[in-house]
């Protein structure tokens, strides 16, 4: 087994090759930032977004958090939750971080959550969504300060029924657990204002090609929720105009299928689409209007949920610390402070956990629309302060199983 | 005897010297560097159990990852759900393991050259499709956390990175004395003919297939051995495990280290996860890096770093002279 | 012990059809036990299709083949080995990479339960080594035991497959131009050892070389385009008018 040595004397070299030597962990006495993304490999664009928001937060503010100076170590996770745990192996036990955040991708999340807790570090997840991370299966040091799957879709569904009167909804949602769980949000309380949800088309991971689903939707409903990712979210809207619905059924969607990681890339095809987020670029608040000028000028683009949660995580960090004088090596009350952290002006709006460690915040009703040559988001609707939970209490809620492909399940199909 | 190496010493010292350094140096490294050795070693069984298939009885597979998934869903799912211990979980995902390679035999055997590739890889699709989609039994893709590492009722415990390495590097030990056993038993002579003259052998006596198959059905068991282990190191299953990729990365191992040569497999094993995951620290080009190891591996040793290092020490491929 | 059998190789009213061409059109042939028998016939005449369906690495279009009074018509190459065929081929068919001892090898475990065994090591069997060496030594390749086989000469690579024939103590031998590219010298020499077989063993050769054909066997079977022209011992066929005709270009 010479891999071991071989790999070894291979690493030093590139190592050396490329960086040299002496790189950070020297100093003493900075407040080190682990942090998880994936920056090669299909998702390498969203990492890029999620580092680019928590830098210009710190960059804004000096690299300085309660009065010491903040070192943030980036570890690529490649997408996978067995490199994501490696590097969470290496960003504790060897650069002795004393907070964490980051990661993308549900099962990712699922693969920290138990060896966070393992280490007793406090890890702040701004991205991944899954829902019973703060549900059924909540991890003690974990602090979401993004959201959950279906804490947009609980208003929104409602909202559909009331506002834009449509009864008969069909959902084309992506086949993974995120899928399920935005369009199992949506169904619940869609169907509990009187709407019916008749048909739910699931396509694959990965799917580029919606020509098969698109023709077995039911023409005698009165919009189509569809859920997208990535590469989906780019080219689904063209195949929904291409496919002659876009005339005749309105397109609602979850969250990720209009936003601004893909709007950039859509044609006015997507115009019209109407979605619920926890953010919206077009949120017309002074804070958020300074924080896309300042995102954009810096890095050339709108700033995506993704760049406005790991930004407010920076500050997250800051306040959490600043409210223990700095002292984050005393994990236990820095994690009670990471917990009590309200955020009045975040971008998106004002931030504060719930019981569970998922935050109460403003959810967004977005219309895409062309302003000066660009598609925003714009916010036609929001509602104030929406816990994971909804209207619902979290003991009758978590009675329920988490969503899935058939929960809640198809009773109009 | 054959004439054997002009230095028939030399290998084998540095092959004592590689070993002698595994079994020491884990407690003097970082714990880093520990969990990247655990993991290099659990792949080092993967890829020689895949060496099987494809050095030995000379047919890449496209499906390998499967064996892995079986073996670490075994865990995920009878140690999270049923408490079930290391010496259950072990035998259940080797014989399960075992049982769905000699499914998949009877399918994939059927075929060679690229067709066995593609009928491995669809059939490493269907067990990525159920890890995905029976989500009652697996999660789906949000997977299985909360694996506990193993208790064997010994006085340490392996939820410690070093007791825990020792003990995948025991299992390494076993599954190596295995399969260097069957691949220089006249079993294993056997295997290699096949891969020489399919048809010669045929009109010399063999029954071909059967060797092939029950060559394939070790494979498959013991690669179900690694994934025993790998639930139990990440603590952690979920399809991202079964994927193509991963199935593709462990051909690689087998293709870089030199296919046919046992060792050369974990070697390649090795670089590729001290590659993928200590040189990603250093540069997000570790991808560049990898392709450049890859294409200079095909360019300079197309039987890879060992193949083309027996060649240079004059050491043949023989197995009948040691 | 075996009950002697009436018939080493039997064919009935074998053809066999590439597509729409007929390779072997109705060939009836019967060798008896320990008999030493040519196949002749100029090229495309079907003489390997021949061999091809003895050791069943091709099946008949129609017509029934028999070994040792058994009906094989059905039976795989390497149950046809079991019962004591073996053959070599007219373009070397060796394993090029591993050595002429490691041929043998293969070749002497083929027959026995011991191929199936993997919890040994194969130099823990010196009875295998022992006989591979045997049959080596035999065809005069004795030195030439850690050679690949891709290294020997192509005289060396004839007398390997001779061995590797050998190495399986057949009952019938089937030998494919045996002294194909061979220079006269190895051609004799090649001659001499096929001379020295066991006189037990049944033997087809295909040949070319006439002169080699008539010294190795006492009857000679003549095909052309897929049928037996001709029949018989080796003056008889000589003497026949059509055989000349067609074979050996005398009118």
Redesign the interface.
Known sequence: MGGKVIGSILAALVLVATWGPGAAWAQKGPIKIGFLAPMTGGAAQVGKDMVNGLTMWLEEHGHIIAGRKVEVIVEDTQGQPNVALTKLRKLVESDKVQVLAGGLFAHVGYALAPKVDEYRIPMLYPVMAADDLTQRKPARWVVRTGWTSSQPSHPFGEWVVKTLGYKRVVTIGIDYAFGWEVVGGFQKTFEEAGGQIIQKLWPPLGTTDFAPYLSQVRRDADAVFALMVAASSLRFPRQYADAGLKARLPLLGGGTTFDEFVLPSLGDEAIGGISPLIYSAAIDTPVNRRFVKEYRARYGKVPSYYSESCYTTGQWINDAAKSIGGDVEDREKFLAALRKVEVPDAPRGPVKLDAYGNPIQNIYVRKVEKKDGELWNTVIQTFPAVSQFGKYKPEEFLKQPVYDRNFPPCKYC | ???RALAPGTPRI??AI??G??AVSPPFV????Q???T???IY?ILAMSLDVVLGYIGLASLGHAAYLGLGAYSVGILATRHGAGFWVTLTVGVLLATAVAAVFGLVALRATGVYFLMITLALGMVVWGLA??W?SLTQ????I??VPRPDLGLPWSFAHAIPFYYLVFTA?LVAFGVLR??V???????L??IR??E??????????WL?KY?GFIIAGGVGGFAGVLWAYD???V????LELSTSVEILLMVAL?GRGTL?GP??????I???????????????L?LGA?YIGTIVYAPEGIVGALRQWTKG??????? | MREAPALALRLADVSKEFGGLRALDRVSLAVAPGERRAIIGPNGAGKTTLFSLISGETRPTVGRIALFDRDVTRLSPHRRAALGLARTYQITNLFPRLTALENCLLAVQALTPVKLHLHRALTRYPALFERARGVLDAVGLGDKEGDAARNLSHGEQRQLEIALALAGMPRLLLLDEPTAGLSPAESHSMTALLKKLDPAITLLVIEHDMDVAFELTDRITVLHYGRVVADGFAHEVRANPLVQEIYLGAP
């Open positions: 005897m054959t004439r540095a092959i590689v070993f350094l595994l970082s714990s880093f560097l969990a990247l050795l993991q290099a070693v080092a995905h989609r989500v789906g893709d949000n997977g956390s909360g390494f056993g069957i220089r038993s006249p079993f294993g002579a056997t290699v003919g020489e003259s048809s010669r052998m045929r009109t010399l006596g063999y029954h071909v060797h029950i990440n603590g952690f979920s399809p991202a495990d280290g060792l974990a070697l390649g094993a090795g670089l996860v001290f590659l993928k995951n200590l040189v990603s620290v250093y540069t997000q080009r570790w991808l890096i190891v043949e491929r023989a197995w009948a002279g040691r």
